[in-house]
């Protein structure tokens, strides 16, 4: 069957169900419904009291999920050790470094999975990035109110076949040696120059010089 997503104006009696394609406010300016809201039956006289009989509204068929469904299970499905996902809302799924560490990127599956759906991305750091703790290090994004659950479940497919899309490995703590050449003339010089600057990024990466 063909992908039958609606989108159009509709009578506000038919719209409960649907979800809302824009904001709505009042005659005074304040918000009545966000964009992107699950219209219920009691919205219904809502619509009715701002004088409305028909909204712009996205329906869903029953082979689609609604955009923070899908955000949430694709987030679940790449995140991988030391990966934390926390899906907000509005078709997006925020995943983020549970420790400091470097960030591993799958980056052949990744590329496979952006280019199942073009209303399904995921956007993330360059691979071997240096991240903190809670830092982002991707974002999963449905661009319309939702999608298609077969290319979902494509998704979760490529995640269970091949190794973690993303996963963020601790930084392991090293003793590093710093080698200088030059005459002996030179060498004091060079190591005064250069043994503090090397020292503060070593020891920041969790290791001693």
Do not use: C
Not at 52 to 71: F, G, M, N, R
Not at 175 to 191: K, N
Request: proline letters at 3%.
């Amino acid at each position: 069957m063909g992908y039958v997503m609606k989108f159009g104006n509709v009578p506000i009696a038919e719209s409960v169900g649907a979800i809302l394609a824009h904001k709505l406010y009042d005659s005074a300016g304040k918000l009545v419904f966000n964009k992107g809201h699950i219209l219920q039956k009691g919205d219904v006289d809502v619509l009715r009291e701002q004088g409305l009989q028909s909204v712009i509204v996205t329906q869903l068929s029953a082979s689609d999920l609604h955009e923070d469904v899908a955000a949430e299970r694709i987030g679940h499905a790449v995140a991988g050790q030391n990966i934390v996902m926390r899906a907000p809302g509005v078709g997006r799924a925020n995943l983020t470094a549970a420790q400091r560490g470097i960030l591993h990127v799958n980056v052949p599956a990744l590329a496979l999975i952006n280019n199942i759906y073009d209303g399904i991305t995921i956007a993330t750091l360059r691979e071997y990035t240096l991240v903190d703790e809670r830092e982002m290090v991707a974002l999963v994004k449905i661009v319309p109110f939702g999608v298609p659950e077969a290319r979902v479940v494509d998704i979760e497919q490529v995640t269970r076949a091949t190794s973690s899309i993303l996963r963020v490995e601790p930084l392991q703590e090293k003793q590093v040696a710093l080698i200088i050449s030059g005459t002996d003339a030179t060498r004091e010089q060079l190591m005064t120059r250069f043994s503090d600057a090397v020292r503060d990024r070593v020891v920041g990466w969790g290791s001693q010089l």
